[in-house]
């Protein structure tokens, strides 16, 4: 059973860092592309950051600058370095993995609350 996990969400203060992890439960390789997405209250869930398998990575427009894919293939775990974070990041994260276009996967995501 595909299972992707997202950890590292919580509260900080406008202006701080956190670090997202999303843990595969197999080999990342798998995947043809990994990413972030995010859903604030009200809104439609939304493109954060994308990592291909060969690293290629696409940002939304509101992230470029501050937000950070990356991979760690021995660890079969994709993070997102977020910082200079503003009470506009406030969303629950999610970790979305497609194998094709016929098989997504998506994690249980984690919140994330950015304080002003």
């Known amino acids: 059973q595909v299972q992707l996990v997202e950890s590292g969400g919580g509260l900080v203060q406008a202006g701080g860092s956190l670090r997202l992890s999303c843990a595969a439960s197999g080999s990342i390789f798998s995947y043809n592309t990994m990413g972030w997405y995010r859903q604030a209250p009200g809104l439609q869930r939304e493109l954060v950051a994308v990592?291909?398998?060969?690293?290629?990575?696409v940002y939304g427009d509101s992230v470029k600058g501050r937000f950070t894919i990356s991979r760690d293939n021995a660890k079969n775990t994709v993070y997102l370095q977020m910082n200079s974070l503003e009470p506009e990041d406030t969303a629950v994260y999610y970790c979305r993995g497609d194998k094709s276009p016929s098989f997504t996967y998506w994690g249980q995501g984690t919140q994330v609350i950015v304080s002003s």
């Open positions: 990592i291909t398998r060969g690293g290629f990575t």
